[in-house]
């Protein structure tokens, strides 16, 4: 049980720092893209496939005792966390757990210039968009086709997020590499695509296993414990 409320702890944590809105269009794009993020190493993570089929969307991640996903279901404002270790799963309905008041990030403020540069991320061509905040920036390679990224905040959340990820949600960018720049020149790589898959995948990839036992109260509880 240990290893899965690290588990558990870890994805609650990822969610809060994207951000998560399950507003999406219905997508052309079907496959995967397999994603590196910045920490999720140390956290057992590794690659972490991210699978499109219509409006739906999997974020597979970890191995073994690690091995677990979240799946977005947009029509019914759902993700689902899948724990495949502990053959469990937690329900969360993101217009309860997601007020208004979950929203908040140093972008809050930011502004976005589109630079015009392409460059090539795994094989697809993006243009490089840049986020400003004070001495702060992001470096987004955006790419057009393979569905929309989980974006910041949800219904309510949305009407006070910067006019650039109001974008990302109206037009349907995917970004394919995030690269922050500090006040102290340092960069980080937060995100970046390493593989993009145009592949039929099963329905069953998007539904909660037969047999998985729903802990959706340990969830519940441990989102108020981050909220306090």
Not at 148 to 170: E, L, V
Not at 206 to 228: A, H, L, T, W
């Amino acid at each position: 049980m240990k290893h899965g409320k690290a588990i558990c702890s870890f994805i609650a944590g990822l969610c809060m720092i994207a951000g998560l809105s399950l507003q999406s269009h219905a997508q052309n794009f079907e496959g995967v893209i397999h994603y590196e993020f910045e920490g999720a190493s140390q956290n057992g993570m590794g690659d972490i496939p991210y699978m499109i089929k219509g409006d739906k969307v999997r974020m597979q991640f970890g191995d073994g005792q690690s091995k677990g996903a979240m799946i977005f279901l947009p029509a019914d404002s759902k993700m689902l966390f899948v724990l495949d270790n502990m053959k469990s799963y937690m329900n969360v309905d993101t217009e309860k757990w997601m007020d208004n008041d979950a929203y908040d990030s140093k972008w809050d403020d930011s502004e976005m210039t589109r630079t015009g540069q392409s460059k090539t991320v795994a094989g697809y061509s993006c243009e490089v968009w840049q986020v400003t905040n004070g001495s702060d920036q992001l470096n987004m390679c955006m790419a057009e086709g393979l569905g929309t990224f989980m974006s910041p905040g949800n219904p309510m959340a949305r009407q006070n997020a910067p006019a650039w990820a109001k974008k990302i949600i109206a037009d349907g960018y995917m970004p394919l590499e995030v690269v922050e720049e500090s006040a102290d020149g340092s960069t980080t790589v937060q995100m970046k695509a390493t593989k993009i898959e145009e592949t039929s995948l099963s329905d069953s990839l998007f539904e909660v296993p037969d047999g998985y036992k729903n802990m959706s109260s340990m969830m519940q509880q441990m989102m108020k414990q981050r909220n306090n």
